[in-house]
């Protein structure tokens, strides 16, 4: 006769980041947790990084040859006596020369809190914005893989699938993009007050539609950064393959190093556009010409200046906090019914 006996799948046997079993393949997290999982990762990277990602755009607009924006006196200065009718002179702020000597200048002219000055419309995207990036990127990537019959992407393929989330993602962020570069300017701190302050104008004076101005240098800046990005980041996670016995703490630096060596990547790629789209954005009337033309223009005119301040480690947070949340949300949420006794029927 025969009989059952339990056969339970132990807890302890479920495989931790760094450790996975390479005999299963392992299942797409659910659009929903990847969703969680993009937005902590967004909004950890954000909080860290933001103060540089002012002292990028401040940079990118110190040479404005795409607009004519009047500038403001620098904080501190005051206007020049002129005669009664004739234009005041226009005063050109004293040019930024490093990173840190901007950092240093915003703290001790306008203060620390002005670091993150125009914050709450990226904050406010960031959660979306990041879930929909590593969201589709993972769920096109499981469909190329479908599609194809594919075990795995191969770099060039996982570049391609990131630019295809890249474009997505600039789709939904140009109308905040545009009012975080307004705000971060200094020459617009006498222009707005604040994010709904600057949200009003720009619908009031220029119209609704002024929100979307760069979108095609955006799309141009999202696809090719996000393209190289996970392309370089599946190319290094297959030529350093991990180890089925490294720790935690060794998972977490791999993923730092293949992060942050994608962000720098995909830095040197997008820089351009980055550049075009805030001096378009910025860009109070006139007409806007195309991206392309415009990053022409500014290698004739500027060359390739020291912008790459922000994106680097950026990448490396971004994968890190992504990786690690989404695999513990795989382990004890997604998996947890694999886990449950199952019976065996046993043999004579």
Known sequence: MATSTPSTTSASSRSLPG????????????FAYQFLAGSIAGVTEIACMYPLDLVKTRFQLQVNPLSKVTIVPPHGTTATTVAKGQQPPTVAPRPYTSILGCLQRVIRREGVLRLYRGVLPPLI??????????GANEQWGFALKKLFSLDRL??????FVGSLAGATEAMFVTPFE??????????????YTGTVDCMRKVAAQEGVLTFYHGLEATIWRHATWSGMYFMIVQGFRTAFPERSTATKEESMMRNF????????????????????KSRIQNQH???????????????????????LVRLGPGGGLLLVVFDRTSELMRIFIVDESSNKPVVIPATL
Do not use: C, W
């Open 178 to 191: 545009l009012v975080k570069v307004r705000l971060q300017d200094r020459s617009s701190l006498k222009l």
């Open 19 to 30: 450790a996975a079993s390479h005999s299963t393949k392992r299942k797409p997290l659910p």
């Open 125 to 134: 995207a960031e959660a979306p914005k990041r879930a929909i990036k590593f």
């Open 154 to 159: 191969t770099a060039l393929q996982a570049g």
């Open 285 to 307: 009337a006139g007409p806007i010409g195309y991206a392309l033309s415009n990053v022409a223009r500014l290698y004739r005119q500027e060359g390739l200046a020291p912008k």
């Open 257 to 276: 190093a293949a992060g942050t060596l994608g962000g720098v990547m995909g830095v040197l790629v997008n820089t351009p556009f980055d550049v075009v």
